[in-house]
């Protein structure tokens, strides 16, 4: 049944958007914090940039705000090319890393970059009532983070339930191994704390799609840790949270991860729409 899913989600992703007359464009390197925050702090203006990627010729489109992995400590923005041409607009961000900056830092440019989304996008053409939080590894655990604990984005006037939809890519749910690293605690030793996604399960989140690589083949127990993500959130009454599992793929499974991403953008979008025509 799961691989028939997966199909499924490749043929359906083949016949989505197929924006053929939608021309796009991007801007490259734009500061998401305040001109007096980026003053104040050479880091912060040098590494606190975004890229954003949008329909020019089109409004009312989606937003998917995409935070690259690289153990909080490697990794630059990217616009995915597997994203482009789907009628959305794709925001590529770059964060503070450690041991330049705590770890934590790194969860607090996630939620500027998505505030920054917020009270932007429609400059842009964009809808903000549309913003998806997406990321792989390292930028799925920040999309978790900003989405379920919501004291991050409250600090910047967002209710972190505003997210249209929160889809990590083998993001890590318990604490994240750098943060634990600056506490002296071992790798394999897990740890689930304020600084975890599964410590902040809420019956009133986003949605949320879990995407993790083949549990035989991912890093440490990253497949286990998403699925006790997925149980507790659905114990706690959340209703819209679902697993996939790629069979076959280890940790870096971003190429069939993203038509899954694509789906449930549309997926969503879908649904919304059935609910304001009713």
């Known amino acids: 049944m799961k691989k028939l899913i997966i199909l499924l989600s490749f043929f359906l992703y083949g016949i989505s958007l197929s924006a053929q007359n939608i021309e796009y464009e991007t801007k490259n390197n734009i500061q998401y914090y305040s001109a007096a925050v980026n003053k104040s702090d050479k880091y912060i203006s040098e590494r606190c940039v975004l890229d ?4 020019k010729n089109k409004t009312g489109f989606a937003t998917i705000v995409w935070f690259h992995g690289g153990g909080l400590t490697g990794g630059n923005k990217e616009i995915p090319e597997a994203l482009k041409n789907k009628g959305f607009a794709i925001i590529g961000v770059n964060y503070r890393l450690s041991p330049k900056a705590k770890a934590e830092k790194a969860i607090e440019d996630a939620a500027a970059a998505v505030a920054w989304a917020f009270n932007t996008i429609s400059n842009y053409g964009g809808d903000k009532s549309q913003i998806f939080v997406s990321g792989h590894s390292a930028g799925g655990y920040l999309g978790m983070m900003i989405g379920l604990d919501k004291k991050y984005l409250q ?3 967002i209710d972190a339930n505003q997210i249209a939809g929160l889809i990590p ?18 790798e394999k030793q897990p740890t689930i704390d304020q600084f975890a996604p599964l410590y902040h399960v809420r019956a009133d989140a986003p949605p949320m799609l879990l995407i993790t690589g083949d549990r035989e083949l991912e890093m440490l127990g990253r497949y286990e840790e998403n699925a006790y993500m997925a149980r507790m959130m659905k114990l706690i009454g959340h209703t819209q949270t679902k697993l996939y599992e790629l069979d076959g793929y280890g940790h870096g499974m971003t190429e069939p991860g993203f038509p899954l991403l694509v ?11 059935k609910i304001i025509t009713k």
Request: one cysteine or more.
């Open 52 to 55: 954003i990627y949008y329909p």
């Open 155 to 157: 600090k910047e006037n």
């Open 263 to 273: 789906n449930e953008v549309n997926r969503i979008l879908k649904e919304r729409k």
């Open 169 to 186: 890519f083998s993001g890590q749910c318990i604490t994240h191994f750098e943060i634990r690293r600056e506490n002296g605690i071992p």
